[in-house]
């Protein structure tokens, strides 16, 4: 393959035939790019493992660390039909990216990056990369390296947020056990949303049993918070963890 930057071009000038709220929703490219600061990243296909699993949704929970440094939007773009995009976007709740149905492969091929890959029985799909586009223009692109399989090293969310700002403050891992009807748990989740911290939680009986939480976090009471791989502990330990947080 010959997958070459295109930085300081101009992107292709198409029409995606997207869907929203079950309706045809056309979008140019001049409608996403000119006069705007844009992030794209380019995927081989929806609902495939990495990119429901790493690609997208890294891209959608920075994606308030890319508007605060200046990123108007982040667009996905897939060879894959409206339908399938629309579903995917719900199945993800990916609701802080743009999904853009690139049908036909126009504007993935006038970008350089339309790939066989038949072997798989996909067709013709887009090879994953990630770029910068200012008003238009392609100031940045990070594609993978032209290596059997699906290469995923260079497009993720954090290399470009480093290009974009080094120094940007990435939002800490969360993660909450809970239980239904537990007060405490009810307060700890108040409490992170009132620092503005978005929080992962594993609910006993639903997503795990006691002897997961056992195993997991080497407690048998709820609610166990974790931030950034560290084990705060229950509601009063994460309400003195958030005022020292405050305090520093």
Request: net charge negative; charged share 25%; glycine share 8%.
């Amino acid at each position: 393959m010959n997958l070459q930057a295109r930085e300081g071009q101009r992107v292709p000038d198409v029409t995606f035939r997207c869907r929203k709220d079950n309706e045809w929703n056309d979008i140019r490219s001049q409608d996403i790019f000119s006069g705007r600061s844009v992030v794209v990243f380019a995927l081989p296909g929806a609902f495939t493992p990495t990119c429901s699993s790493a690609h997208l949704p890294r891209y959608n929970e920075l994606a308030p660390v890319f508007e605060a440094h200046g990123i108007d939007e982040i667009v996905c773009v897939s060879v894959n039909d409206g339908f399938v995009m629309e579903a995917w976007q719900s199945d993800q709740g990916a609701d802080r990216v743009t999904f853009l149905a690139d049908g036909n492969g126009e504007f993935t091929a006038g970008m350089g990056m339309l790939v066989d890959k038949s072997d798989l029985g996909f067709g013709k799909r887009s090879w994953r990369y990630s770029m910068l586009v200012r008003d238009g223009v392609i100031e940045k692109q990070f594609i993978e390296p032209d290596e059997p399989g699906d290469p995923f090293v260079v497009s993720d969310a954090d290399t470009m947020l480093e290009h974009i700002a080094p120094n940007a403050s990435r939002p800490k891992d969360v993660v909450l056990f809970t239980k239904p009807g537990c007060p405490y748990c009810k307060a700890a989740k108040e409490d992170l949303q009132d620092a503005g911290m978005e929080f992962e939680e594993i609910v006993l009986g639903r997503d795990t049993t006691l002897r997961g939480l056992r195993a997991a976090t080497g407690a048998m009471t709820v609610p166990q918070v974790f931030i950034a791989g560290h084990r705060i502990g229950g509601s009063e330990d994460l309400k003195a963890w958030l005022v020292e947080r405050r305090a520093a």
